[in-house]
């Protein structure tokens, strides 16, 4: 009877386990990365604009890239002034006026991305993260989420530079 009770409780103890790990789980992540999943806020299109197809809508970011987005060529992508390990992915949607981007998040932070600059032959996009509270404890994971920067004009033949900027 005792034997028959330990197993009960313990199989009743590993389904509520399972259950609620399998519900944080990631199941798209790079190669490479760990870590539970959270949910980051995009920083564009704001909250109040309306979404264009193939961008991530607000408080919806994603690990996978959204379908139908096109990626762009290597050669057209300049990131020697990321960080080693960051991600260099980034995609175009929406006819090209959606950035598809690879971020890089931790902890308590979630990625954000912003055109800083859309000069004719280049699009400036600064990476950041926001800042985690004070007095708040963090886990120490890394997450790759995919944000979406909106462009005014298609990105056609222009470099896209990417850059980090410190945490907001």
Wanted: hydrophobic share 35%.
């Amino acid at each position: 009877m005792r034997y028959s009770a330990k197993v009960v409780g313990t199989g009743a103890l590993l389904l509520m386990v399972t259950a609620c790990a399998g519900h944080d789980m990631a199941t798209n992540q790079p190669a490479g990365s760990t870590g539970s999943v959270s949910v980051p806020a995009p920083a564009s299109p704001s909250p109040t604009e309306s979404t264009p197809p193939g961008a991530n809508p607000p408080g919806k970011p994603r690990l996978t890239v959204p379908e139908g987005s096109t990626p762009v060529p290597a050669d057209r992508i300049d990131a020697t002034a990321l960080p080693a390990g960051f991600p260099r992915e980034v995609w175009t949607a929406n006819g090209g006026t959606v950035l598809n981007i690879r971020a890089q998040e931790g902890g308590c932070g979630h990625a954000l991305g912003e055109a800083a600059e859309q000069a004719g032959d280049r699009v400036v996009v600064n990476l950041s993260e926001t800042k985690a509270q004070t007095n708040q404890m963090c886990t120490m994971d890394i997450r790759y989420p995919v944000i979406s920067v909106a462009l005014a004009a298609p990105l056609d033949q222009r470099t896209v530079v990417l850059k980090t900027t410190p945490p907001k």
